[in-house]
């Protein structure tokens, strides 16, 4: 079995939300542990991790668990796999990193001397999103692209990281194909910033999926519940299989 954990925001949320089902359909046995609060940035969580504060959204396996600290979890337990992320905002602008990233990486080294540790490279805005963040990139989506692109690179060599979770690029590549090309075509995402209930979620737990598990997600037929997504019919299906096969082409490059 591997154990995971996700330290995050809203944005591992959306990663996560169907990433178990994916995994449990393709027969591999996973635990996923997830510590979040909705916009957390990596200053907030050196600043949680050094007044060991109890202010994260706990889940195990997508079940709600008591609020927790990070030392209740990063300190008691082993993991296999820990990812980070920086808060959606800020993702491209280097001097918000440091020297929270610094410290906060050397805290989860201290304590999983085992684990692989992962970056999880985040997505840029719709191009008309209204998120307040936006305006540090002109709103201009590319450009907040690329500069996520730039620093997460950077970042990522300076952590000296296991790697990086590519859910930005992948977003980005679906966005240059006509099925989702808005605003004539769906969104991947639901409010301008987080993903889409069916098609974004559905493309970063891809994502995860091929890159943490080394899964083949072409070949998982699980599809999210309609209770959540409604009924899927021709062209989401379609759209579905598009996503298949963009994220196995980025993901095994």
């Not at 990233?101 to 304590?111: A, G």
């Not at 970063?204 to 009924?231: N, Q, S, Y």
Request: proline fraction near 3%; charge should be negative.
């Amino acid at each position: 079995m591997i154990k995971m954990l996700s330290i995050g925001n809203s944005f591992s949320c959306d990663a996560l939300a169907y990433f178990g089902d994916m995994a449990k359909n393709a027969n591999i046995e996973v635990e996923v542990w997830h510590l979040e609060i909705g916009g957390c940035s990596f200053e907030r969580h050196y600043n949680n991790m050094c007044a060991d504060m109890c202010t994260y959204n706990f889940s195990v396996n997508g079940e709600a668990r008591p609020m927790a600290r990070l030392s209740d979890v990063v300190e008691k337990e082993k993991f296999d796999i820990v990812t980070i992320q920086q808060v959606s905002h800020s993702s491209g602008l280097y001097s918000t990193y440091h020297p929270y990233i610094d410290e906060f990486v050397d805290y989860i080294r201290k304590y999983q001397k085992e684990a692989k540790l992962w970056l999880h490279k985040t997505w840029a805005y719709e191009k008309n999103s209204s998120h307040s963040g936006f305006v540090n990139y002109g709103k201009n989506q590319m450009v907040m692209y690329e500069a996520i692109c730039n620093i997460y690179e950077k970042i990522a060599k300076e952590i000296n990281a296991d790697g990086i979770i590519p859910s930005g690029d992948v977003i980005q590549a679906l966005r240059g194909k006509p099925e989702f090309s808005y605003p004539n075509e769906p969104s991947l995402c639901r409010d301008g910033f987080h993903m889409h209930f069916l098609y974004g979620r559905y493309a970063v737990a891809a994502t995860w999926f091929e890159t943490l598990l080394h899964g083949d997600i072409r070949k998982v037929d699980f599809l999210p519940p309609t209770e959540i997504v409604g009924e899927l019919y021709e062209g989401e299906l379609k759209r579905i299989e598009i996503i298949k096969d963009t994220v196995h082409s980025i993901c095994t490059k």
